[in-house]
């Protein structure tokens, strides 16, 4: 098992070559082993990133480490349901709940750029209000968990269990990438996960209310996010 005092003086090119063995090493394992192999190797140097579309990666990861942090993104266009599941999360779960927000207000945004830009440049809207912040929060992490399944869409076929983020120069682990949506389901059942009121009328990703609608049957699970837009990512995971 990894020290943890020896990851924080790794260099970047030693992280990923951890990260790349570790995710050839751990790609059949359990999702709890995963994160258990990050906690003990990463420390409190390690976090999970949640949109609070539900609350099963930081339920697992509080497994492995209680109190672990778990990173959650405001970019100020959230349903007031969403926001209701990171109250909920925090009150109940054994996790250190983190809210980033982004440097301006919506309005400060507003004024500089123009309303909606959301609908204008949604991929500048994305970094102003999700990439940057992320950055910025995950300075003091080597290590950080996403909920990212391969079965989402075809830009997630090839997600590893752990890889090396290359933009961040960070360890990135996705714990449920093998998972289906049965998977989680029968997850949610057993432990009585949190999950947002959203996803029981009929959104089956949940990301800014602008940018976010419905899905329609025979759909992909994040088809209802920046729906004709040709857009599928908010450029965090690319």
């Given at each position: 098992?990894?020290?943890?005092?020896?990851?924080?003086?790794?260099?970047?090119?030693?992280?990923?070559?951890?990260?790349?063995?570790?995710?050839?090493?751990?790609?059949?394992?359990?999702?709890?082993?995963?994160?258990?192999?990050?906690?003990?190797?990463?420390?409190?140097?390690?976090?999970?990133?949640s949109s609070m579309e539900d609350?099963?990666?930081?339920?697992?990861?509080?497994?492995?480490?209680?109190?672990?942090?778990?990173?959650?993104?405001?970019?100020?266009?959230?349903?007031?349901?969403?926001?209701?599941?990171?109250?909920?999360?925090?009150?109940?779960?054994?996790?250190?709940?983190?809210?980033?927000?982004?440097?301006?207000?919506?309005?400060?945004?507003?004024?500089?750029?123009?309303?909606?830009?959301?609908?204008?440049?949604?991929?500048?809207?994305?970094?102003?209000?999700?990439?940057?912040?992320?950055?910025?929060?995950?300075?003091?992490?080597?290590?950080?968990?996403?909920?990212?399944?391969?079965?989402?869409?075809?830009?997630?076929?090839?997600?590893?269990?752990?890889?090396?983020?290359?933009?961040?120069?960070?360890?990135?682990?996705?714990?449920?990438?093998?998972?289906?949506?049965?998977?989680?389901?029968?997850?949610?059942?057993?432990?009585?996960?949190?999950?947002?009121?959203?996803?029981?009328?009929?959104?089956?990703?949940?990301?800014?209310?602008?940018?976010?609608?419905?899905?329609?049957?025979?759909?992909?699970?994040?088809?209802?996010?920046?729906?004709?837009?040709?857009?599928?990512?908010?450029?965090?995971?690319?």
């Open positions: 098992m990894t020290d943890t005092l020896q990851t924080g003086n790794l260099t970047a090119t030693e992280l990923r070559e951890l990260a790349e063995h570790a995710g050839r090493e751990l790609e059949n394992a359990s999702a709890l082993e995963i994160l258990q192999w990050a906690t003990a190797t990463f420390g409190k140097r390690f976090c999970v990133t609350a099963v990666v930081a339920h697992l990861a509080s497994r492995a480490l209680p109190g672990v942090d778990v990173i959650f993104l405001d970019t100020g266009y959230h349903f007031p349901e969403t926001i209701g599941t990171r109250d909920a999360v925090e009150a109940v779960m054994d996790v250190n709940v983190i809210t980033l927000t982004p440097r301006q207000t919506v309005a400060e945004q507003d004024a500089e750029y123009g309303a909606q830009l959301h609908d204008r440049d949604p991929d500048l809207c994305c970094k102003l209000r999700k990439v940057t912040p992320l950055e910025e929060g995950l300075t003091s992490y080597t290590a950080w968990a996403t909920g990212l399944r391969r079965d989402e869409s075809p830009t997630r076929a090839n997600t590893p269990v752990v890889g090396w983020d290359e933009k961040r120069q960070k360890v990135k682990i996705s714990p449920i990438a093998r998972w289906t949506q049965d998977d989680v389901d029968a997850y949610v059942a057993e432990h009585g996960i949190l999950t947002n009121p959203l996803l029981m009328d009929g959104y089956t990703s949940v990301g800014c209310a602008p940018c976010t609608r419905r899905v329609l049957e025979g759909e992909d699970a994040r088809a209802g996010r920046w729906a004709g837009r040709g857009k599928t990512e908010c450029g965090l995971h690319s």
